[in-house]
């Protein structure tokens, strides 16, 4: 089952964007059967939850934080993360960096950008993600990397709004990628879930987190 649905959304991807395994909520039986059948992204969006799991899995699994990150919980995920997508301030992105200082770590970043027409979602204004990009305050911060961005469009079936946020998102990616200064360094665009994930591949996204389109619903 855990296979068929993975074998079978990497074939809609068509290599074009790399799959995140979502398995919030889901058992270590059902993560190694994903490993199984051939993922090693996995996406977690609590910190607890990705620390307890990290060690039981196989080492060669990239972590992938997707959900909103306190600063006083980054230090248990600083050693093994591969790419934080919630990054929504410099006060974070400060206390990333001082974390993978301890463990002589560069860790990638994406900020996560408010692109939803729903109030309860996280993230940067284009204008906010502008301003924090160019600050004189990330010129110290020698171990993060900015990689990308990532955002969630807005839950509804308007497939054209999907795409009209989606699309919105890779300009905005476009435009910011072209900022030169050492710590940033795009090739990543995290967009598209289980229901929009093809809506986003056709938009631009390079990596696509998809949770219940493999491991069924969530209570
Ligand atoms: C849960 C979650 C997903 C996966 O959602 P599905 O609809 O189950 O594919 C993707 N991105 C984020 C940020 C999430 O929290």
Redesign the pocket.
């Known amino acids: 089952m855990i296979a068929d649905s993975i074998h079978q959304i990497e074939q809609k991807l068509q290599g074009r964007a790399r799959l995140i395994a ?1 398995t ?1 909520t889901k058992p270590v039986p059902m993560l190694q059967e994903a490993y199984d059948a051939g993922c090693r992204l996995f ?1 977690e ?1 609590k910190v607890q939850e990705m620390a307890d799991k990290q060690p039981q899995l196989p080492a060669d699994v990239q972590w992938h934080l ?2 909103h990150l306190q600063t006083n919980k980054v230090k248990y995920i600083a050693p093994f993360v591969a790419l934080i ?2 990054v929504d301030s410099l006060k974070l992105l400060q206390e990333i960096n001082k974390q993978a200082a301890k463990h002589n770590r560069v860790i990638d970043c994406l900020l996560q950008i408010y692109i939803a027409d729903e109030e309860t979602k996280f993230g940067l204004s284009p204008d906010e993600a502008d301003t924090l990009l160019t600050s004189p305050e990330l010129d110290p911060l020698t171990n993060v990397r900015i990689v990308g961005l ?1 955002g ?1 469009a807005t839950n509804t079936g308007d497939t054209e709004q999907v795409r009209r946020e989606f699309r919105g998102l890779k300009h905005l990616y476009d435009r910011l990628a072209s900022i030169d200064r050492p710590l940033i360094q795009f090739s990543e665009l995290s967009m598209g ?3 929009d ?1 093809r809506i986003a591949v056709e938009e631009g996204s390079t990596l696509v ?7 069924g ?2 209570n």
């Open positions: 979502v919030k996406g969006n997707i959900g997508h919630s990532m969630l879930m289980s229901g994930y987190r998809v949770g219940s389109a493999i491991f619903s969530r």
